[in-house]
């Protein structure tokens, strides 16, 4: 039996959101096949089986957020009886016999008792007109009561977290608590009715996002003597028709953690050199056919500049390095981390040993790593290791901006976009190839004086490029 572990993907995750499971207990799984999918700050992947055999176990439910090395599930080597545990970790559920009787009645429980509780004398058909069922009751009870029942108001909550089938996940549960949401109502998609994140999204979605104060929105909406009472502050804010609420993605919540934490961390510093890329330009330009025939890929400006930094870095190594307390940590290899844009993130993966690369090798790793990145094939140790990195915002038109500290390293470089500018040379004017390059640097290692010194470098190789491109 070969346990199933939550990966580190990057030396400052301690956590991973399992948000898919790809196999399902009793299925098969080929070594290196896809077996879940999890989010992080720094990678949304699919990560592949560790062997060969069938799912026996699963041990973290999706959309469950874990430590590094917690075990997620078990996977049977010899293939054999792997059905009969798969079955059994629901074996505590396995009244699931009784199971479909109660998914069944979960999501229409709520309508009998609406159905029931408003007496036929009152206008039972308007009552369940509202949006949400589970709340009529009570908005019913609150009316006749005279609205001293804010306290009832909670119950639905606490009900819909147990009764829905299946069990639910941490994030599950914080999602209802925090939106005030029956789980009664929420269809579940998962194995066995269970409810999932998706399922709380699209409810959500769909009921218009509301919020604690528009849970109770109901209670006002029986008759018209009610209208008053929309005097709560909250109220009109909750039928607002123009704003939506939506939780952000676990990947984007762990970005916004890091950015945070590297501004917090390191004593941000920009200088903005402005480079003459007439020289790459042109070589770009003559060999590209050639070269995107040869090896299948384009050339890009991103691998020269790659390039130069490599050589810069061997130069300076204090801005490939990182500080650990009061330590500077020298580092001995050159790792670049590429900023990849994903449609709902960030990643930076790794080139490691990249002052060994020349243009076409660097070019070579820059497309791999990126169409893995977006079609989540990275490996754990594909985002990790890395010294400095390298943001190539002018692939989006970008003139220049002041990148963001990969921590733990102590510099990013920034280039801008490549585009054809009057330029005054010797008293002339000319029209040159111009990019701008913005170097992020922690000021507590690094000054402002060898800051310069290094994106000088860059931009001096850069300006007078004499490397071939293989």
């Not at 829905?164 to 549960?173: F, H, I, K, N």
């Not at 009664?184 to 066995?192: D, L, S, Y």
């Amino acid at each position: 039996m070969m346990d199933v572990v939550m990966p580190q993907m990057g030396e400052s995750i301690v956590e991973g959101t399992l948000t898919k499971w790809l196999k399902k207990p009793g299925e098969h799984v080929e070594r290196d096949e896809p077996l879940f999918e999890i989010s992080t700050d720094k990678v949304d992947t699919e990560i592949p089986s560790p062997v060969a055999g069938t799912v026996s176990e699963v041990l973290v439910q999706e959309g469950t957020t874990v430590g590094i090395n917690t075990v997620v599930g078990r996977i049977d080597e010899n293939g054999s009886g792997a059905a009969t545990p798969a079955a059994e970790k629901p074996a505590a559920e396995k009244p699931a016999p009784q199971a479909p009787a109660t998914p069944a009645p979960s999501a229409p429980a709520p309508q009998p008792v609406a159905k029931s509780a408003p007496p036929q004398p009152q206008p039972a058909p308007s009552q369940q007109a509202p949006p949400p069922p589970s709340p009529g009751p009570a908005a019913h009870a609150t009316l006749q009561s005279a609205t001293p029942t804010p306290p009832s108001q909670p119950a639905p909550v606490t009900a819909g977290l147990e009764e829905p089938a299946g069990p639910l996940s941490p994030l599950v549960r914080k999602m209802a608590r925090d939106y005030n949401i029956d789980l009664k109502q929420v269809h579940g998609t998962g194995a066995g009715g269970r409810i999932t994140k998706q399922d709380v999204e699209n409810y959500m979605a769909a009921q218009g996002a509301r919020t604690v104060a528009q849970a109770t929105a109901p209670a006002a909406m029986p008759g018209p003597e009610t209208r008053p009472a929309p005097a709560e502050a909250p109220m009109p804010r909750a039928e607002a028709p123009r704003a939506s609420v939506e939780p952000m993605s676990t990947m984007r919540q762990k970005i916004a953690e890091h950015m945070v934490f590297s501004k917090r961390t390191s004593a941000h510093v920009t200088t903005v050199h402005k480079v003459d890329m007439t020289k790459v330009a042109k070589l770009r330009d003559r060999v590209k056919a050639d070269f995107q025939a040869r090896h299948g890929f384009g050339l890009t400006y991103l691998s020269f500049v790659t390039r130069a930094a490599t050589a810069a870095l061997r130069k300076y190594p204090l801005v490939n390095a990182s500080i650990e307390g009061t330590n500077i940590i020298y580092h001995n290899e050159v790792n670049i981390g590429i900023a990849v844009a994903l449609e709902n993130g960030l990643i930076v993966p790794v080139i490691r040993n990249a002052d060994e690369k020349n243009v076409a090798g660097l070019q070579r790793s820059i497309v791999d790593l990126s169409t893995r990145a977006r079609s989540r094939q990275l490996k754990p140790d594909e985002v990790q290791g890395g010294t400095f990195s390298i943001t190539n915002f002018g692939s989006f038109g970008s003139v220049f901006a002041t990148p963001v500290i990969n921590q733990p390293q102590v510099a990013i470089l920034g280039a801008g976009v490549v585009e054809k500018t009057p330029v005054v040379i010797e008293d002339a004017i000319a029209i040159r190839s111009v990019c701008y390059l913005a170097l992020t640097f922690d000021h507590r290692l690094i000054d402002g004086a060898l800051a310069d010194q290094f994106t000088g470098h860059v931009k001096s190789i850069l300006e007078n490029w004499s490397e071939d491109v293989q």
